[in-house]
């Protein structure tokens, strides 16, 4: 029982005529296996109350008289057993356990009562405990912390004199600023591009009203006639060629942007020539685009020169220049130029096209031969007037120019005539109808896929009919 003394009592000894030896707990037999064994008489729950309720030391002496006189004439007296000492051996203590004569010992004998629990007093009030080991609040905790304390949290400095607020942990930045902060910059920024784009239309619409701007527009109104013999319309192969230019372009945009932020590719390809150069799959993909898109262009250009179709493109008068000014003033009005794109482009148009092909392209295929694998390593004079540095710095610009020509011309197609633009580049006539429209929609449905199934498990199989792909 909670307070009591270890069980059985001091007073308890052995027998000394049946005194056994302890079994040991590998040669004890389990009860089930031999004879059974008889219960030890318990003594009734009237006589241990009796026993547990007696308050003096005179009621004690009193019940242990009569116990000590049946101890004298009988030699030993039943004692309550508990449970076994060893696995499968007998209760404890044994049977031949017994309270010592009362001619033993000449000190008074009290009889041991069972004490009560409700008169258990608490060891706190009896004794003292041990200290209670508190944590130096000063050491940090073992593990790093996961929660932000709170706005109101505090810490000691570094001599514990006095406390200072915890500071919030500092946000996840995306390049110079968090996302909060980016959102707020978008958020800004389109609203000062929108105030800049309003002020910028009524300026222009002023500036156009004025009576020498209104000659200038009078004289260049925006375009001037082409040489006599000049084609009108699109045949077949140009609309053909413009699918594979924007087809090509945007898988090389997708490719070139991957190639400049990949850091550790995961799949390689060496040509069959020189198995030990490696260039990561993305690179490979890249520059195989590029070489089917030089290919696209040297055939547009060809055909462009042998069937006249490039007067619509290439300027042919100095008059381009004052037109284009014109052309450009009236976008910026919203009072956009009259479009005629299957006859002859406006000025600004012509101009656009002509640096697109003409100088854009040459420049992204020259600064990309520097920085390809066919630039020969053992060339250093070549290398040296020609540096890897400056074709990077051409190269990246350049593409950021197709970028923009791609999302300014896409926005000037749908907002001057859709239907009748999409036509001409898609559907191959004049007509206000659906056909190019949907085979316009039809050719984006094909730039997806191939955007989508652009990845090492589709492009391995390919790059292995031309070299050898491997994981490092």
Do not use: C
């Amino acid at each position: 029982m909670k307070g009591g003394e270890p069980w059985p009592p001091a007073g308890m000894v052995a027998a000394a005529s049946t005194a056994q030896p302890e079994p040991r707990f590998d040669s004890v037999v389990p009860p089930s296996l031999n004879e059974p064994q008889a219960e030890a008489p318990v003594a009734p729950r009237a006589q241990r109350d009796e026993t547990q309720q007696a308050a003096s030391p005179a009621a004690a002496s009193a019940v242990a008289a009569p116990a000590a006189a049946a101890v004298a004439a009988a030699g030993s007296v039943a004692v309550r057993r508990g449970l076994p000492r060893v696995k499968g051996g007998e209760p404890w203590p044994p049977e031949t356990f017994a309270a010592a004569p009362a001619a033993a010992s000449t000190a008074p004998v009290v009889a041991e009562t069972e004490p009560r629990f409700d008169s258990v007093v608490p060891p706190s009030l009896n004794e003292p405990r041990e200290a209670v080991v508190t944590r130096d609040l000063s050491i940090p905790l073992p593990s790093p912390q996961t929660v932000f304390p709170g706005a109101a949290a505090q810490k000691w400095n570094a001599d514990r004199t006095r406390k200072t607020p915890i500071a919030a942990p500092e946000p996840e930045r995306i390049g110079p600023f968090t996302k909060l902060q980016w959102a707020g910059a978008v958020i800004v920024g389109g609203a000062g591009l929108l105030f800049a784009a309003g002020m910028a239309v009524l300026f222009v619409r002023w500036f156009l009203s004025l009576p020498f701007m209104v000659d200038f527009v009078h004289t260049y109104p925006g375009q001037y006639p082409l040489p006599e013999g000049a084609p009108v319309g699109f045949p077949a192969w140009l609309q053909w060629q413009h699918f594979f230019n924007v087809f090509f372009m945007v898988l090389i945009i997708r490719t070139g942007l991957t190639v400049r932020r990949e850091k550790r590719p995961t799949v390689f390809w060496s040509p069959k020539t020189n198995p030990k150069r490696k260039i990561s799959l993305t690179l490979w993909f890249h520059q195989s685009l590029d070489i089917l898109w030089l290919v696209n262009g040297a055939i547009f250009v060809i055909l462009l020169l042998a069937t006249g179709q490039w007067m619509r493109i290439i300027p042919t008068s100095w008059e381009v220049i004052p037109n284009a000014i014109t052309a450009a003033l009236k976008y910026v009005s919203l009072d956009w130029p009259t479009e005629d794109g299957w006859v002859n482009y406006n000025s600004l148009q012509q101009l656009a096209y002509f640096a697109t092909v003409f100088i854009a392209a040459p420049l992204a295929a020259i600064t990309g031969v520097r920085m390809s694998g066919v630039w020969p390593k053992n060339a250093k004079r070549l290398s040296k007037a020609y540096p890897v540095e400056a074709a990077r710095a051409v190269h990246f610009p350049v593409m950021l120019y197709f970028v923009l020509f791609i999302i300014v011309h896409v926005t000037l197609v749908l907002a001057t005539g859709a239907l009748r633009n999409l036509n001409h580049m898609y559907g191959g006539s004049d007509e206000v109808n659906w056909v190019g429209f949907w085979i316009f929609i039809a050719s984006l449905v094909v730039i997806a896929i191939a955007w989508v199934a652009a990845r090492p498990l589709v492009l391995a199989p390919i790059a292995r009919l031309f070299g050898k792909v491997s994981g490092r």
